[in-house]
Nanobody, 123 residues
Framework: QVQLVESGGGLVQYGGSLRLSCEAS????????IGWFRQAPGKEREEVSCIGSSRYKTYYADSVKGRFTTSRDNAKNTLYLQMNDLKPEDTAVYYC????????????????WGQGTQVTVSS
């Protein structure tokens, strides 16, 4: 059974940092595209980052480039999102997602989702 479990969210001040984790089970993380999305109150869900299998590069939304870093620990089958220089507009529920039909990133194709973790940035 495919499962994605996020953790690491919380309350942080403007300019602070958080690291989110997404532990995967039921499949091998390194074999597929996997990424992060977020949804702020009253807004549509938006893509944050995506990393393909080991042969493909990482993509970031313009709003987080230079501040967020996605990485993968294959031994732990876990995806991370290191978030630095956080801003109030980063406040959202962050979701981990996987596309188990592909090795490269296509944000529209993600179909397996975690339950989300709340990130709140105070000004």
């Amino acid at each position: 059974q495919v499962q994605l479990v996020e953790s690491g969210g919380g309350l942080v001040q403007y300019g602070g940092s958080l690291r989110l984790s997404c532990e995967a089970s039921g499949f091998t993380l390194d074999d597929y595209a996997i990424g992060w999305f977020r949804q702020a109150p009253g807004k549509e869900r938006e893509e944050v980052s995506c990393i393909g299998s080991s042969r493909y590069k990482t993509y970031y939304a313009d709003s987080v480039k230079g501040r967020f870093t996605t990485s993968r620990d294959n031994a732990k089958n876990t995806l991370y999102l290191q978030m630095n220089d956080l801003k109030p507009e980063d406040t959202a529920v962050y979701y981990c997602a996987a596309d188990l039909r592909s090795t490269y990133c296509d944000f529209a194709a993600f179909h397996s989702w975690g339950q989300g973790t709340q990130v709140t940035v105070s000004s």
